[in-house]
């Protein structure tokens, strides 16, 4: 135990997402929608401009 690999990604991002009881489907939309849309990849001109979503990155969630 401890050696086993449960998940694994290529180029993209690691989510630590926690939830509660009050959280709901809107809060959960919301959230995907924030996350794949942030603007934290460089383009090609090296400025942070492109998505997950724009460049098909990969996510890893966790909770």
């Known amino acids: ?3 086993e ?3 694994s990604i ?3 991002l690691v ?3 926690a939830v509660g009881e ?3 489907e809107e809060a959960a939309r919301y959230l995907v929608d924030k996350i794949v849309n942030l603007r934290i990849f460089n383009n090609n001109e090296g400025k942070f ?3 997950a979503l724009e460049l098909g990155a990969e996510l890893l969630l966790v909770s």
């Open 1 to 3: 135990m401890g050696d």
């Open 5 to 7: 690999e449960v998940g």
């Open 10 to 12: 290529g180029s993209g």
């Open 15 to 17: 989510v630590f997402l």
């Open 22 to 24: 009050g959280d709901d």
């Open 49 to 51: 401009q492109s998505s």
